[in-house]
């Protein structure tokens, strides 16, 4: 099992840009595709973006697309989620996430972080 910890979350205003980091603990890291969710308050949680183990393949939502980058360092047990050109309804805590198969899929999840809040502001 893989643990992960989130950190880059905060306040910015719109149009701004952050920069999440997932931190993973456990040997098996560059097997596990990862990935990031969101969740608004008062509202499910929904995927954001996701990479292959090996970096070759990018999943994105369409709200995404075109704002955010997704990265990793297997050296470093680190994924990334880069994002800008921030909106209000980009607003909400961002979960890291792990899994083996699919990861779009929220069932496909094998582990999850505990979450860093963005905010964005008008």
């Known amino acids: 099992q893989v643990q992960l910890v989130e950190s880059g979350g905060g306040l910015v205003q719109a149009g701004g840009s952050l920069r999440l980091s997932c931190a993973a603990s456990?040997?098996?890291?560059?097997?596990?595709?990862m990935g990031w969710f969101r969740q608004a308050p008062g509202k499910e949680r929904e995927f954001v973006a996701a990479?292959?183990?090996?970096?070759?393949?990018?999943y994105y939502a369409d709200s995404a697309k075109g704002r955010f980058t997704i990265s990793r360092d297997n050296v470093k047990n680190t994924v990334y989620l880069e994002m800008n050109n921030l909106k209000p309804e980009d607003t909400g805590a961002y979960y890291c996430?792990?899994?083996?198969?699919?990861?779009?899929?929220?069932?496909?999840?094998?582990?999850w972080g505990q979450g860093t809040l963005v905010t964005v502001s008008s």
């Open positions: 990479i292959t183990w090996s970096g070759d393949r990018l």
């Open positions: 996430a792990a899994g083996t198969r699919y990861l779009p899929r929220r069932d496909n999840v094998d582990a």
């Open positions: 456990g040997r098996t890291f560059s097997s596990y595709m």
